[in-house]
């Protein structure tokens, strides 16, 4: 045993080394794209009756409305802040063993969830606070002690996910899942105002340099609205489901959605038709402003459906600029080209064909037909990032 003691210790030593683990976004990018593929593939399966999920804590429609957005987008959102907060500060994020335990935690609260009873259900309820706690505190630390206050502002938005991810799963512990699925549908808007804050810095930059045009002044008036118009919109949503008020959010999201809009006249949308990694970044983040405009009609007419306004956000909106951004990222970060294979191209036009049918589809009276035709085409289109991207992630950077 002495002997091979050093050898164990060496062999532990280089996995936690290992590229993968260098930085968030490797193992995070990989991990959330192979489990988004796996859960839309098992809610398919699962509303074509062939695979029977557990309905004790989390009936099967909140389950995956939660681990898409909680279990999925925040896992890649996290990896991404993770890795960009280097950046920002030019102070070291986590890499090794802090990257592995926060994955490890993530996976076993998945885990936990699909089991879905009570006593799992309890237990991923407190993985989700360990999580969270872990998250905001390594992004804390890096960012204030940089004194980098221009990105302070990530910290309540970590915040409130926090808080919204554990008190959807306690509500359904609790039985509570009216309340559970609210709280999922407030983090898809919260959603939104992450989006906003990133794209609306990254999507004009990135377009200046990769589509070769003159930058544009931003207009003011709508960089000062945006925000307090959203969050005004989303503290009536939430509210409103506890307390009766003389008002919808419905005013303030179509607001929103059409500033979005106009915010998007200054980028050059159609400049970017000939670069993948610009005109998908363009699409998803106009799908939002669609989407927050569709939601706000949904409450005046009865034809379009809250869900069906939702899925441009979920699936469209936040769907592709994930996938965008992990392509984007994966690339930069690991010294290579900012350039796509085909195949990606592909997947990005798969996902925007998944948004068009879930939501036209939907529309016309065939949900049956749009669950499982945006699904498929969802699935196919990131399990071609996974298998694209694993050579990439788990190599050294260049």
């Known amino acids: 045993m002495q002997i091979l003691e050093p050898q164990v210790s060496q062999t532990v030593e280089q996995g936690v080394e ?10 995070f990018f990989l991990a959330g794209a192979l489990f988004s593929a796996f859960g839309i593939g098992l809610w398919g399966l699962s509303l074509m009756g062939y695979v029977s999920l557990s309905q004790e804590v989390m009936p099967s429609s909140l389950w995956h409305a939660h681990e898409m957005i909680f279990g999925f987008a925040a896992l890649v959102a996290v990896g991404f802040i993770l890795t960009a907060v280097q950046t920002w500060t030019g102070k070291a994020s986590i890499k090794g063993l802090p990257v592995i335990l926060l994955l490890g935690i993530w996976f076993c609260a998945r885990v936990s969830l ?8 309890l237990f991923a309820l407190a993985l989700l606070v360990a999580w969270w706690g872990s998250v905001i505190a390594i992004y804390a630390r890096i960012v204030i002690s940089a004194k980098n206050q221009r990105n302070y502002l990530f910290l309540p938005l970590l915040l409130a996910l926090g808080i919204l991810n554990i008190s959807a799963v306690g509500f359904s512990i609790a039985g509570q899942h009216d309340i559970s699925f609210h709280i999922v549908r407030s983090a898809v808007l919260l959603f939104t105002v992450l989006m906003a804050i990133v794209g609306g810095r990254v999507i004009p930059f990135f377009t200046v340099n990769g589509a070769k045009v003159a ?4 207009k003011l008036w709508v960089e000062k609205a945006l925000l307090p118009i959203s969050l005004t919109g989303i503290s009536i949503f939430i509210v409103g489901n506890f307390v009766e008020l003389p008002f919808t959010p419905a005013a303030f999201m179509v607001l929103a959605g059409s500033l979005h809009l106009v915010r998007m006249s200054t980028w050059s949308s159609l400049k970017t038709t000939k670069v993948p990694l610009l005109w998908s970044l363009h699409i998803s983040y106009a799908l939002m402003g669609l989407g927050l ?10 034809a379009l459906q809250f869900s069906t306004a939702l899925h441009l956000i979920t699936l469209g909106a936040i769907g592709l600029m994930i996938i965008a951004m992990m392509s984007r990222v994966s690339l930069g970060h690991t010294g290579r080209l900012l350039h796509v294979k085909q195949q990606i191209t592909i997947a990005f036009a798969l996902v925007i064909l998944a948004t068009i049918l879930r939501f036209s589809l939907s529309l016309t009276g065939h949900p049956f037909e749009a669950w499982i035709t945006s699904a498929v085409l969802w699935v196919v289109s990131f399990t071609i990032f996974f ?3 694993w050579p990439v992630l788990t190599a050294p950077r260049q």
């Not at 930058?215 to 931003?218: E, T």
């Not at 405009?293 to 009865?302: D, I, K, N």
Request: charged share 10%.
């Open 387 to 389: 298998f694209t991207y």
């Open 215 to 218: 930058p544009k002044a931003p």
């Open 18 to 27: 290992h590229p993968v683990w260098q930085l968030a976004f490797r193992s």
């Open 114 to 121: 699909l089991v879905n009873t009570q006593v799992t259900a």
């Open 293 to 302: 405009v569709a939601l706000g009609l949904s409450y005046q007419f009865e």
